[in-house]
C-alpha cells in the first residue's frame, strides 16, 4: 500500500499561484493529480511517469506545470494564473503502471488539498 499526502494548498485571489506538494512512502513509476469541485466529478489534471510522458487537462494547458522528484518520492504541481473555475479539492493519486497503461486508473489515492481561488 501506497500512502500519499498532499500539501499546499490555500485560498488564493484570481490570478495568482500556488504549488502543490505530494509526498510518496514509496516510488510509483505514474504520478499525477487530480480534482473534485463541488457538485462534479472528479478530473484529472496532470500526470507525469517516469519516461518522461507528461499530460495536461486542457483547461490547465500553460497555467499549471508538474513535475517529479524522484529521490525524494515527490510530486509537484505548480499553478499559476489561477481562475475561480480552479477552486476543487486537489487529490494526489499514483500507480506502479505506466499513466499510459490503457484503462489506467490509479490504485493510490491521497486525502487531497483544498484550492479555493476567488474572483
Known amino acids: 500500500q501506497v500512502h500519499l499526502v498532499e500539501s499546499g494548498g490555500g485560498s488564493v485571489q484570481s490570478g495568482g499561484s500556488l504549488r502543490l506538494s505530494c509526498t510518496a512512502s514509496e516510488f510509483t513509476r505514474c504520478m499525477g493529480w487530480s480534482r473534485q469541485a463541488p457538485g462534479k466529478q472528479r478530473e484529472g489534471v496532470a500526470a507525469i511517469d517516469t519516461d518522461g510522458t507528461i499530460a495536461y487537462a486542457d483547461s490547465v494547458k500553460g497555467r499549471f506545470t508538474v513535475s517529479r522528484d524522484n529521490a525524494k518520492n515527490t510530486l509537484y504541481l505548480q499553478m499559476n494564473d489561477l481562475k475561480p473555475e480552479d477552486t476543487a479539492m486537489y487529490y494526489c493519486?499514483?500507480?506502479?503502471?505506466?499513466?499510459?497503461?490503457?484503462?489506467?486508473?490509479?490504485?493510490?489515492w491521497g486525502r487531497g488539498t483544498q484550492v479555493t481561488v476567488s474572483s
Open positions: 493519486a499514483a500507480d506502479s503502471r505506466s499513466c499510459s497503461s490503457e484503462g489506467y486508473y490509479p490504485s493510490y
